[in-house]
Every structure is written in C-alpha cells, then in structure tokens.
C-alpha cells in the first residue's frame, strides 16, 4: 500500500530488477531506485590489469566522509520526529497540505541519500561489520520514517476528495504531488484507520525478516561443496562457482555440479521451505488485511498493474512452449548429444573465446545504442567519464551487477563484476539501459515523481540488450562466430522471458495454495517446482530429462522474496523487444515514442503509458512479437547448421 509520498513503493516494497543465471534479484527501490542483475561470478579481482582504485565508484559525492554520514543521520533522526506536527492539519489549507508533502517528501529524499551511501559501501565487502552495522543504522531509519507518515493516507481520505482535488487546483505547489496524492485517493478501499495502518508500517522489520534470513543464509551460512574436475581442478561450488562450472564443455562435470550443487540445497530444503511460507503468509495476511481479494491483487494494486497482465503473460507463455521446445531440440542437436537433460542447458551453443575488457564493453554500448540518438548517447558517454561504476569482482564484494539510482541530486551507481565474457558486456549494457532510464527521468522530473516502476524500468535495460545481440550480428564475423550470437540470443528468450515466467508462475501457485488453506513445506514447494520444470522443459513429450534431484531450484532463487516482482522480467522483455523491432525495422517515431515512456518516470502508471506508446502487456501482441523473433533466430542458425552439414 503506498503512502502519498510513494514511501512504500519506494523504499520498502523494492524497486530491484534482477536475474540470476541470466535469470533473478534483491534490493531497494522506487525513490530507492536499485535495478540489478545478479549474475554470479568468481573473484577474480587480481587477474586484472587495471588497478582496483581506478575502476570503483566515488561515494564521496554523496557523502564526503563517515562524520557527514553521522551528521546527516543525526539531522534525519529530528526531522522524521518533527513531522507528527502536521498531524491532524492537512484538511486546514492548500498550504498547509503543500508543506506537509514537501516536508515529508525532502526527508524522504534525504533518507534515500542516507541509505544508498550505507548499502553501496556495505557491498563493497560484506565481511567489513562496520559498514554492515551502518546500513542496518539507515534501514532502521527508513521504518521509523515509514511509521512517522503511516497516518497521512487515513487522513487525506478523511479530508476527502473534493477538498484535496480543490486545494490541487489553488495550489501550484501541489502540482509536483499531485500524482502521489490522487493515486492515494484511488486505494481509498484499501486504506485503513491510522492505528491500523500505523500499526502494519511498525510490522516491516518483521515482514522483512524471512528475506532477510534467506539472505544471510545463503551467503554466510551454507557449507558448499568441493568438487574435483576432469581438468583436476578442485573448485568451490558456492553460487559463484556453480554459475561458472555448470556451463563446463565436459558433460560429466555438468553432472556432478548439478548433483554436488543441488545436493547441498536439498539439505536445506526444509528450512528454507518454512523461511518462504512465512513470507507468502505475510503477503496473504497483509492483503486479507487491505481488504484485497487475493495477494496478487495486493502486489499489482499499487503500481496498478491489471491483474490480466500476470495471467495473460502465463498463458501466452504455455502457448509458446512449442518454440522453447524447438531451441531445446535445436540445443540437442548443435551439442552432439543423444538426449537432453536439465545440466545440459547452460554451456553456449558455440564455444567463444573472446575476451572484452571494460573499455570495449563501453564502445560496444555506445554503437549499439546509436538508434536511440544524440542525446540518450550523451548520457552514456557522461556517465563513462565519472567514476559511477564498482567494475571487478573483489574478495568479499556483493555477486551480481545493479544500478543504483535513487540519489536524486547526484547520479546513478553500478555494481558490476566483470569477468571479460560476452554476457558480461550484454549484463554491462543492461546495466546501463537503467542508468540512462534514471538520467532521463530525472532530467524530466521533480524528485517526487522521478522513481519510475519496475514495469517499465526492465523494458530500459532489455532493450539494449536486444540491440546490442542486433549489433553484434551485423559484424562481418564467421559462420562460428554469428551462432554464439544467435545463440545468445536465444538464451536471453529462455532465460529473460520462459524461465522468468516460470518463476512467476510458481509463485502464484504457492501464493494460492496458501490462500486455499493448504500447508506449505520444502518438499511440497519443491513438488510443485518439479510439475513446472517438466512442463516448460518438454519433459513428456521427450524434449529433455528433469532430474527430481534438482527440483529444489526454488530455494536458489531469491526473487521470491520480492512479491510478485519476477513477472516483470518477462513482460519486459517482451516490451522492449517489440520497441527493438520498430527501431531496426526503421519506424521513425518508436525513439520518440521509447524517449518519452523513458522520460514519464514515475509520472503516469507504467501500465497506460506503454499502452499510450503501443505497447500493450495485456494482450498477446507483445508476446507473439517476442517469440516471432525467437523463431527467426532459430531460422537463421538452422539455416547455417545445414550448409555447414551439421
């Protein structure tokens, strides 16, 4: 439920975008604007040439110093007390409305700065209890604040509409909240009594809790396997670990991975089972409270997101089976095997050996943005220049990559850990297509309305990745060289839009289970998983073998912690295909159109603003556009395959 200031959707409810194994996502967002992707990687830090001190971010344009930090806090800690004094007042005038909002809405500002400054320096190395202690300091913050203003929607809803709509029309100072004012009026059924509402914002830390478990869990607590290859290595099967060896050219070592990896998961299956039944509990319990009619409902209520989305976006998707089912054949055929199974998913099509260093991911992102004109390249080039970027993966740093970008009057912040492979220039350019969507927006518009949803904030970074597969493609390269592109591109397909969606579905599955009375366990979750792996994977009609032994999947994957967020990976993907298809097939106004949905920010609902610029998530266009050109890639590596007789 958001608060007038969108305090909810930006701090609380999450504004991270993130994929695992091409695929998942943590974070904090809205006005704490943070888009990731989590790809993980191995430390390797040391390997690169470039000292570390020239490729990490500087935070010291947030905050110059740990004292600043302090002071800040401090001053932060008066205002949030301060604000109870326009309690009971709004219904006085138009301006005492307007400096209660920009009150609260500067403290919410300067609270984003506070944190972002915390959760940036404790990812620079987890293992530095100092900074991890002063980003629990800010998130403790953050609730107190969430408290302090919990009693402004009850309160406007009590002043009424036809008053606030009165004093929007007397007051130009309102204008800039006027969009975080009305889409309060509009969750009038679903806002409660002060108390009450005072009451489920004092429960955040609580309902955080099973996420935060799950997290420290996972990156502290778990014993990973050690492993001996057929190379005689002898690896670390940690998350970082088991993202690099799965995709091994030795079949046999693919297997002891999955088995090694999945092992230790199962071992965990029961814990992490109780861990995620809290969590759906506590959305089911918080929209039977907001008096929603299911958890869903809940989720998609804020953003105002249709529900029909959700459910179109699972339906098109067991419509378009058939097409993943063909790039699994096609995947059979193109590695020699006599039959797929499950660990046989993640090695490239076509090996490549091509290393690609910072700079060249930088001019690989430039060219294959160059559709999106002058301007949008001006703030890529900008943003290459400062020291915005924390480049390589160091001992103790956060896996993964996300853009920052909830420090309004500074700039975005990205966390890489770049490797040199291809999918780290794809994840670098994904990266940015957040980046610049910040930049944009907050070029456009006031704080207030700067945080854009997440609805439209994975289109910004899907869409480059779509260009840069079509740059790539337009090189003159080899035969060899154009099949890992193709390929590439086919994985994101799977991987952005079929697996993602999978996740989604799954999440519903136990949301609903829940809310029918059913008892969630480990071993029931992952029975469920089980039924959706085989059926995304074609496992009766022979496409490929699914281990029940790796079924735990499930408890790998931290987006379920999110509520209801992973579907927006897949529309996204599917909206920003459909944009990418209008700027290579030469529409002159799809930039424009693109620009303009980029530069709405938080303005409009990301539902009717994509659908003012035609793009439609409800409907089976976008979809059908998006597997339409799955199938011309697999056309044009078929079309290879033969020629060379393979």
Request: glycine fraction near 6%; include cysteine; charged fraction near 25%.
């Amino acid at each position: 439920m958001a608060t007038p200031f969108g305090f909810r959707r930006r701090i609380v409810s999450g504004g991270a975008s993130m994929r695992w194994p091409r695929g998942v996502c943590p974070a904090l967002g809205g006005a704490l604007t943070m888009v990731t992707t989590m790809m993980m990687t191995t430390a390797v830090a040391e390997a690169q040439e470039t000292p570390l001190e020239q490729i990490v971010w500087d935070l010291s344009e947030i905050y110059p110093s740990f004292d600043a930090w302090d002071a800040a806090k401090a001053r932060l800690e008066t205002r949030v007390d301060g604000l109870a004094a326009f309690r009971g007042r709004l219904g006085e005038s138009a301006a005492v409305l307007r400096e209660a909002y920009d009150e609260i809405s500067d403290t919410e500002k300067e609270l984003a700065r506070l944190y972002v400054f915390a959760f940036l320096k404790a990812d620079e190395d987890r293992r530095v209890s100092a900074d991890q202690e002063r980003r629990g300091l800010a998130a403790a913050l953050l609730s107190e604040f969430g408290e302090a203003v919990s009693w402004v929607s009850p309160e406007l809803l009590r002043v009424g509409s036809a008053t606030i709509e009165r004093y929007l029309g007397e007051d130009p100072g309102l204008e800039k909240h006027a969009f975080n004012i009305q889409n309060t009026l509009r969750q009038e059924p679903h806002t409660l009594s002060d108390e009450a509402e005072q009451i489920l914002a004092a429960t955040g830390p609580v309902v955080q809790g099973p996420e935060r478990i799950y997290a420290l869990l996972t990156s502290s607590d778990i014993t990973w396997p050690v492993l001996t290859l057929s190379t005689g290595d002898e690896v670390t099967l940690d998350q970082a670990g088991y993202s690099l060896h799965r995709a091994s050219q030795n079949r046999d070592d693919r297997k002891k991975v999955f088995d090694a990896f999945w092992g230790t998961w199962n071992a965990y299956q029961n814990s992490i089972g109780q861990t995620l039944d809290t969590h759906v509990k506590s959305h089911v319990f918080q929209a039977k409270t907001r008096k929603y009619e299911n958890a869903l409902d809940a989720a998609l209520s804020g953003p105002n997101i249709p529900t029909a989305v959700y459910r179109k976006l699972i339906e098109a998707t067991h419509r378009h089976l058939p097409s993943l089912y063909r790039y699994f054949r096609l995947r059979q055929r193109m590695l020699g095997l006599d039959d797929l199974h499950y660990y046989d998913i993640y090695p490239p099509l076509v090996a490549s050996d091509r290393s690609f260093d910072i700079e060249e991911s930088k001019a690989l992102t430039l060219a294959s943005a160059a559709p999106l004109g002058g301007h949008y390249l001006s703030l890529l080039e900008r943003g290459f220049a400062g020291d915005w970027m924390h480049v390589y993966p160091q001992a103790g740093k956060a896996p993964g990559a996300y853009m920052y970008g909830s420090v309004y009057d500074v700039h975005p912040y990205l966390l890489l850990n770049h490797n040199g492979q291809f999918n780290d220039v794809s994840t670098f350019t994904h990266e940015w297509g957040h980046a610049v969507h910040t930049l944009l927006s907050t070029e456009h518009n006031p704080y207030e309305t700067s945080s854009y949803a997440t609805f439209t904030a994975e289109i910004a970074s899907t869409t480059n990745e779509v260009l840069l597969q079509e740059h790539m493609l337009g090189q003159d390269i080899s035969d060899e060289e154009r099949l890992f592109y193709l390929g590439t591109a086919l994985e994101a397909a799977r991987g952005t839009f079929f697996r993602q969606t999978m996740f989604a579905e799954f999440e519903l599955r136990i949301h609903e289970m829940v809310e029918a009375g059913e008892a969630l366990s480990g071993e029931k979750m992952t029975s469920v998983y089980e039924q959706l792996l085989r059926q995304y994977h074609g496992a009766d009609e022979g496409v490929m073998n699914i281990d029940p032994a790796y079924a735990v999947e499930w408890a790998f994957i931290p987006h379920f912690y999110r509520n209801f967020y992973v579907f927006q990976y897949a529309t996204s993907i599917a909206g920003g295909t459909m944009f990418a298809e209008r700027f290579l097939n030469g529409d002159e106004q799809a930039r424009d159109d693109y620009l303009a949905v980029l530069s709405a920010g938080g303005s409009r609902y990301a539902y009717e603003l994509l659908q003012e610029y035609g793009i439609d998530l409800a409907i089976d266009a976008p979809y059908d556009a998006l597997i339409a050109r799955m199938d011309r890639v697999m056309d044009r590596i078929e079309e290879i395959l033969d020629r060379q007789g393979n």
